[in-house]
C-alpha cells in the first residue's frame, strides 16, 4: 500500500515481444483504419510503431478481416516491422480460430463470445441453466484454445464494463463482482486446459469501477493461483485534457500499486497520438523503483478494494462530505481565470489581501494575515504553535507525513478551525500521502485535508498525466477533501482546468458536461473526432451531463449505460441516438444527428442555456 513494488506474473509469449515477469511494461495502441484496407492498416501500423507500440491492435469483424491480418502481416515484415499484431474479436468465435492462425494475439470478449447479443433484458437463469451456460463456452472455447496452442498464439480475456452478457447481469447486475466472474470463467478453463500464455483486461470508462475490479480480480486470481498479467485501460476515455486525465487517474492508480504489464492509452485521436502518453505514464511511475522505504500502518478494516470516503469533520465550505475544493497558488501574481473552472480559494503568498478584490477567499501566509471575512492565515508546520494563538474561521497548515508527530496530530483533533495542507516531496508521493491519511484515521484524527502537489513541468500534458496518477490515486482510495496544485511552468488557469479535470476522473466533483468517447477502429461508422468536435460545441455547457459518443455498436449502449445521452453509429451515414440504455431515434442521417441529439435533450428537461 505505502512501498512501490511490481506486482509479479506470469510470461506470455507473444511474437517476438514476452510480455509480463520482469520484463517491461508494455505499450500498445489500436488501428482505426479498416482492416480491409491493406495499404492504410500497413502505413497506420507504421506510424503506431515508430512511436512506440510495442503491440499493433486490428479489428477483425469477420473471418474476411481475420484472413487479410496475414496479408498486413507480410506487408509489415517486407518493410522490416516485426511488432506482434493482435486481432480484436466481438461476436464472431469462427474469426477468432481464423485469426489464431494468423496473428500473434487474439483478444476475445467473454461478453459476447458465446452469450448471445446483449439485450439488457433481466432474465431468469436456474443454477442448472446457468451452468448449462458454462458448458456451452467450454464446448466453443476449448476447440479455440488447441487452435493457439497449436499456432504458438497468446489470448487476451478482455471485459469490458458496457458488455457483460444479459447472463453475468442477470446474477451479478452491473458489478465489479460481475465482470471478475465473467473473466474467471474463461481463465478457468484456460488453467485447467494448461494454457499460460493469457493476458486479462477488465475495462470501464468510470475510473472507480475500472480500479476496483482490476484490484477484486487480482485478489480472486491470487486464491486460485493465477499470476497472469494484466492490460490496463481507460475504455472511452475522450481527447485531449479529458482523455489524458482520465486515463492517468485510472490506469496511474493501479499502476502506482505495482498492477499492470502492458497499458493502452484510449484517446479519440489519431493512434499514434497515444505512444507519448502512454510513456509518460509508464516512466513516471517507474522513477519510484527502489524508493526509500516509507514506513507506515494501515488503517484496520480499510478495504482498498471498494475504499468508502474518509470522514472529516466540516470547516466552512472543507470536509464532512462537502464535494473536494480546489485552491489555487497565485503567488507569482497571475490573477487571470477561466470562469467555466473558477477555484474555490487563492492563496496569494505574501501579498497584501487589500490589494484583491473582497469577492475572492484568500489564503495568506500566517505572518501576513489580516482578520478579514475572506482572508484566511495559511501556516506552516514550524509555526503549529502560533496557529493555536489565531482566533479565524478557517486555518490551513501545510504538513507532510514527518509533520505527524503525536503534538501536532493532538492540536489538529482540538482546533476545529484547522485544515492541513499535506504535501510531500518523496519520489513516491502516493505512498507517503497514502501513509499521512492512514496514520491521520488511526489517531482518530478528523481534521479536513487538502492534498497537495508541486510539479515542475515544461508542459502541460506531462502536469495533466503526473497529477492525474498521484492525486487521482489518492481520491479513488476515498482520501482528499481538496487539491491544491502547483506548478512553476504553466498559467494558472490551466493549472485549475486540471484540478477540475482531475476531480471529474475520479467522479467526486462534476464540473463540466462529461463525454464517453470511444477512441476509433475499423468497425467506427463516422469520422469520430469530428463528431466529437461538434457534439462538444453543441453541448459543452451542460454541467453534469454525461455524453456517450461511440463510433458502433459493439460497446455502444453498455459502456454508455453510464451516460445520460448516446450517440451511436447505426449504419454508414446513418446515427442511433440513445436516452440511457434505451435507443429512442434508429438511423437518422448522420448531418441531421447533432441537431437532434440537441431535441433530445431539450425534450427530456436536461437543456440549459
Not at 488447441?146 to 453475468?168: E, Y
Not at 503526473?466 to 476515498?478: H, N, P, V, Y
Not at 475499423?522 to 463510433?551: C, D, P, W, Y
Request: net charge negative; charged share 25%; hydrophobic share 40%.
Amino acid at each position: 500500500m505505502f512501498n512501490y513494488k511490481r506486482r509479479l506474473s506470469s510470461i506470455v509469449h507473444i511474437g517476438h515481444t514476452p510480455m509480463g515477469g520482469k520484463y517491461p511494461i508494455r505499450i500498445q495502441s489500436m488501428a482505426n483504419v479498416s482492416t480491409m484496407d491493406t495499404e492504410a492498416a500497413i502505413h497506420q501500423a507504421i506510424r503506431m510503431i515508430e512511436a512506440g507500440a510495442e503491440y499493433i491492435r486490428f479489428t477483425a469483424q469477420g473471418e474476411r478481416e481475420a484472413h487479410n491480418l496475414k496479408t498486413i502481416r507480410e506487408g509489415l515484415n517486407q518493410r522490416r516491422f516485426i511488432t506482434p499484431l493482435v486481432a480484436d474479436i466481438h461476436f464472431n468465435p469462427k474469426a477468432a480460430d481464423v485469426a489464431a492462425t494468423t496473428v500473434d494475439k487474439v483478444r476475445i470478449n467473454p461478453g459476447n463470445y458465446v452469450d448471445r447479443v446483449k439485450t439488457f433484458d433481466l432474465l431468469e437463469y436456474t443454477d442448472d441453466e446457468y451452468c448449462e451456460e458454462i458448458e456451452k463456452i467450454r464446448a466453443r472455447f476449448v476447440p479455440f484454445l488447441n487452435i493457439c496452442k497449436k499456432q504458438g498464439t497468446a489470448i487476451r480475456i478482455g471485459v469490458n464494463h458496457g458488455s457483460l452478457s444479459d447472463r453475468i447481469m442477470s446474477r451479478y447486475g452491473d458489478t465489479p463482482e460481475g465482470m471478475v466472474a465473467s473473466c474467471m470463467e474463461f481463465l478457468r478453463i484456460c488453467v485447467e486446459e494448461d494454457f499460460t500464455d493469457v493476458v486479462i483486461s477488465i475495462k470501464a470508462s468510470n475510473t472507480v469501477i475500472m480500479v476496483q475490479t482490476v484490484r477484486l480480480l487480482i485478489q480472486t486470481m491470487a486464491t486460485e493461483g493465477m499470476p497472469f498479467p494484466l492490460h490496463l485501460g481507460v475504455t472511452e476515455a475522450g481527447d485531449g485534457e479529458d482523455g489524458r486525465i482520465k486515463s492517468a487517474v485510472g490506469i496511474g492508480a493501479l499502476l502506482s500499486d505495482g498492477i499492470g504489464d502492458t497499458i493502452r492509452v484510449s484517446l479519440s485521436e489519431e493512434p499514434e497520438a497515444e505512444m507519448p502518453v502512454a510513456r509518460k505514464l509508464v516512466n513516471y511511475i517507474r522513477e519510484r523503483e527502489g524508493h526509500s522505504p516509507i514506513i507506515a500502518e494501515s488503517f484496520p478494516g480499510y478495504d482498498p478494494i471498494k475504499p468508502s470516503r474518509r470522514k472529516s469533520r466540516k470547516v466552512k465550505n472543507i470536509g464532512g462530505g462537502q464535494p473536494p475544493v480546489v485552491i489555487s497558488d497565485r503567488t507569482n501574481d497571475d490573477y487571470e481565470f477561466d470562469h467555466s473552472c473558477l477555484p474555490d480559494y487563492i492563496y496569494i503568498g505574501q501579498e497584501d489581501p487589500d490589494n484583491l478584490p473582497d469577492n475572492l477567499s484568500l489564503l495568506v501566509d500566517a505572518a501576513f494575515w489580516k482578520n478579514s471575512p475572506n482572508v484566511y492565515p495559511f501556516f506552516i508546520a514550524s509555526e503549529f504553535k502560533e496557529m493555536a494563538a489565531f482566533h479565524a474561521a478557517l486555518k490551513f497548515i501545510r504538513l507532510t507525513l514527518a509533520d505527524l508527530n503525536d503534538q501536532m496530530l493532538e492540536l489538529l483533533k482540538n482546533d476545529q478551525s484547522a485544515v492541513v495542507v499535506l504535501s510531500t516531496h518523496h519520489i513516491n508521493g502516493v505512498g507517503e500521502q497514502r501513509a499521512a491519511m492512514h496514520k491521520l484515521m488511526i489517531a482518530g484524527c478528523d481534521v479536513p485535508v487538502i492534498l497537495q502537489r508541486d510539479y515542475h513541468e515544461t508542459d502541460m500534458e506531462s502536469l495533466q498525466i503526473k497529477a492525474g496518477i498521484d492525486l487521482g490515486t489518492l481520491l479513488l482510495d476515498g482520501f482528499g477533501d481538496g487539491l491544491m496544485l502547483y506548478n512553476e511552468k504553466s498559467k494558472n488557469r490551466f493549472i485549475d482546468s486540471c484540478m477540475f479535470g482531475i476531480l471529474q476522473a475520479a467522479r467526486v466533483r462534476i464540473s463540466k458536461t462529461e463525454y464517453i468517447s470511444c477512441p476509433g477502429c475499423g468497425r467506427t461508422l463516422f469520422n469520430l473526432q469530428e463528431t466529437i468536435a461538434k457534439v462538444k460545441k453543441a453541448t459543452s455547457h451542460l454541467k453534469g451531463l454525461k455524453i456517450g459518443i461511440m463510433g458502433c455498436i459493439v460497446n455502444g449502449p453498455g459502456e454508455m449505460a453510464d451516460a445520460d445521452y448516446g450517440y451511436v453509429g447505426a449504419g454508414r451515414g446513418r446515427i442511433s441516438l440513445y436516452k440511457g440504455k434505451r435507443c429512442i431515434l434508429k438511423n437518422i442521417p448522420e448531418e441531421e444527428a447533432v441537431e437532434r441529439l440537441v431535441e433530445l435533450i431539450k425534450k427530456n428537461g436536461d437543456w440549459k442555456n
